[in-house]
């Protein structure tokens, strides 16, 4: 699909709004970009659709039942309790796209955004693109964290990163390290305690939310938040999304007395790890759940990323640069908005700010 909006109008590669990015939270912004008539175009590096979920695990389930997992305008299928697969929403992604008829060019990686007259110029794989208007949609799937162990470059074993984590066949009757106590690090140790020794390592004691909690209570604690904060009230935070929500695998783990965890050991040797006491264990791999950080380098040339590797914002709009706006990077973009159901709320905050703006 070429560039959506009024007509193509001037030259090649020329828009007015280009989303940096072809995930859920571009299409959330594609959504109501298509309503305003603004022409517009979707960079996304990846050669097909999903964005972050084209990676991920097998079994990777959401954390919300599919009606609290959905982009604006329309609802993912499924019912009240069912927790869509990873699958699922691949393929609910992908028709988003087609039915919204969403103007997304991909493989286009955008290298640079610089400021050029009056607008912006892209240097992206596919040559300059011009826009008036910029949204970062990028995530933060291409930038895993991890955590920088003494000795980590001598350890002789696997070490993978959960981005690149599909199954627990590779690890099958081995020694693994399970580092992260977020949902990610649950669910990985749930399905490689059924496979190999597995040993859960984290920072704290790790925080289960209740099993009758799952994503959509947190959505909605969030949303009374936000409502009470937006009438000038106060409220209790809600239960963080790092809290875990105890999805079927990790209610079975723990029923197996498998969420046992322990804190990090010290350092790294050659063939494993030496604990607090001083114990060294061998270990044959280590499993980074140690989440990610937001994916701005695109952003450097425009001198908006601060020390903290985020832009500062109000709202989605970067503070100090009017014509870009920041999407889907977690509650610093807008609370919840790193989620399916939380990124449609900001999408369109984001795109009245820019209608505005253009129209000015
Ligand atoms: P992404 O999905 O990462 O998409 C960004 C796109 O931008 C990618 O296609 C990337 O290739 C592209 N890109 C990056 N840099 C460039 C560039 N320079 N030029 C061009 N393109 C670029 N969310 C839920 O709502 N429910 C859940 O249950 C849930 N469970 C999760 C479980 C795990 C283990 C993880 C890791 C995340 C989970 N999430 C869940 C969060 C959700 O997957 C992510 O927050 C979401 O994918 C972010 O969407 P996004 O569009 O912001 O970024």
Request: one cysteine or more; charged letters at 25%; glycine letters at 12%.
């Amino acid at each position: 699909m070429e560039e959506a909006g009024r007509g193509m109008g001037g030259a090649e590669r020329e828009t007015e709004v280009a989303v940096v990015g072809g995930g859920q939270a571009a299409l959330a912004v594609a959504y109501y970009l298509r309503r305003t008539g603004l022409r517009h175009v979707l960079l996304d590096a990846q050669d097909r659709s999903g964005g972050a979920w084209a990676g991920g695990w097998d079994s990777l389930r959401l954390f919300s039942p599919a009606r609290f997992s959905s982009l604006p305008g329309w609802m993912m299928a499924g019912g009240e309790d069912e927790y869509p697969s990873r699958a699922d929403v691949l393929e609910y992604l992908a028709r988003y796209e087609e039915r919204y008829e969403i103007p997304v060019r991909r493989p286009v990686t955008v290298h640079a955004v610089r400021r050029d007259r009056g607008g912006f110029a892209l240097d992206t794989s596919e040559g300059e693109w011009r826009a008036r208007a910029v949204v970062s949609a990028t995530g933060s799937w291409r930038r895993p964290f991890v955590p920088d162990v003494p000795g980590r470059d001598l350890f002789r074993g696997m070490q993978i990163h959960s981005a690149d984590y599909r199954s627990a066949a590779p690890f099958a009757g081995k020694r693994v390290l399970v580092v992260g106590g977020g949902n990610s690090g649950a669910q990985v140790l749930a399905e490689l305690s059924r496979a190999c020794e597995a040993t859960w390592v984290t920072l704290h004691p790790p925080r289960f939310l209740p099993d009758d909690v799952d994503g959509r209570v947190l959505f909605d604690q969030a949303t009374a938040l936000y409502r009470a904060r937006a009438a000038g009230r106060d409220a209790a935070p809600p239960a963080s999304l790092g809290d875990i929500v105890m999805v079927a695998p990790v209610r079975a783990a723990r029923d197996r007395g498998a969420l046992a965890s322990v804190r990090p050991f010290e350092r790294f040797t050659a063939d494993g790890v030496v604990w607090p006491d001083g114990r060294e264990e061998r270990v044959d791999g280590v499993i980074w759940c140690t989440g990610f950080r937001a994916a701005l380098e695109h952003l450097r040339p425009l001198g908006v990323i601060g020390e903290n590797g985020r832009v500062a914002v109000r709202g989605t709009r970067a503070a100090d640069e009017p014509r870009l706006w920041l999407v889907g990077y977690g509650d610093w973009t807008g609370f919840a908005s790193a989620t399916l159901i939380g990124v449609g709320r900001s999408a369109r905050a984001t795109v009245d700010e820019i209608k505005a703006a253009l129209a000015e």
